[in-house]
């Protein structure tokens, strides 16, 4: 399984669309076995859900998210957690342990940073 965090550096970031970099983790057998960097190729409506799909990623984690792009993931079965906060590779094992749940935070504004 490949689990991807929007991510500022190791952390989490509140807007899923103007992240710096997605740390993508593949997982066997509840355990992380590979984990690499990639930045954020552009946030363009629409653009990056079919970017991390096309990686192979089946679940995404984020503070915040807009609906256009949960309704991406959710057309290609790709799993949803928003609402988390803290360091990425935590966030993956408590992924892998079941306690990581949605707060289902929704971004309903685009406060676009420059």
């Known amino acids: 399984m490949k ?4 991510s500022e550096g190791e ?12 740390n993508v983790f593949e997982t066997k ?10 930045p954020n190729p552009g ?10 799909g096309d990686l192979g990623v089946n679940v995404i984690i984020s503070g915040g998210m807009g609906g256009g792009a949960i309704d991406i993931f959710n057309e290609r079965n790709i799993e949803v957690i928003v609402g988390a906060t ?8 408590s ?3 079941g306690e990581l749940k949605s ?3 929704v971004c309903h504004s685009h406060d676009h940073h420059h």
Do not use: M
């Open 103 to 105: 707060t289902g935070s």
């Open 43 to 52: 946030h363009r409506p629409g653009f990056l859900p079919n970017f991390l």
């Open 86 to 93: 803290g360091k990425a590779e935590d966030l993956v094992k």
């Open 11 to 22: 952390f989490v970031t509140e807007h899923f669309g103007h992240c710096e970099n997605f």
């Open 29 to 38: 057998d509840g355990e992380i076995v590979k984990s690499e960097s990639v």
């Open 3 to 6: 689990i991807a965090i929007a």
């Open 95 to 97: 992924y892998l342990k």
